[in-house]
């Protein structure tokens, strides 16, 4: 069973900032792609911003478009998301998870980690 391992998340005043981390360890996803989604109560799980493996293809949702930025370091199989000027809407838990095909597609995911909280307060 692969596992995903999360870290970075907790609890933030609006406009802060907060970075998540997500590793495999003992994996390579090398050639995979990685996003970050979320899912508040409620809701669905929605994409918030994917990357390809090589780095070179990023995606970002409208409503976190120039406030995130998703980076990866593939010698340690590892996923970075930064989030500044945090707000209140974007209290969720933040999942985040490989494909071996680039997808925004949550369904088409391959592996996941548990997940981790983040919430903003006003």
């Known amino acids: 069973q692969v596992q995903l391992v999360e870290s970075g998340g907790g609890l933030v005043q609006a406009v802060g900032s907060l970075r998540l981390s997500c590793a495999a360890p003992g994996r390579t996803f090398r050639t995979y792609a990685m996003g970050w989604f979320r899912q508040a109560p409620g809701k669905e799980r929605e994409v918030v911003a994917v990357?390809?493996?090589?780095?070179?293809?990023?995606y970002y949702a409208d409503s976190v478009k120039g406030r995130f930025t998703i980076s990866r370091d593939n010698a340690k199989s590892t996923v970075y998301l930064q989030m500044n000027s945090l707000k209140p809407e974007d209290t969720a838990v933040y999942y985040c998870g490989v494909v071996r095909l680039y997808s925004l597609n949550p369904n088409q995911y391959d592996y996941w980690g548990q997940g981790t909280q983040v919430t903003v307060s006003s």
């Open positions: 990357i390809s493996w090589t780095g070179g293809t990023t």
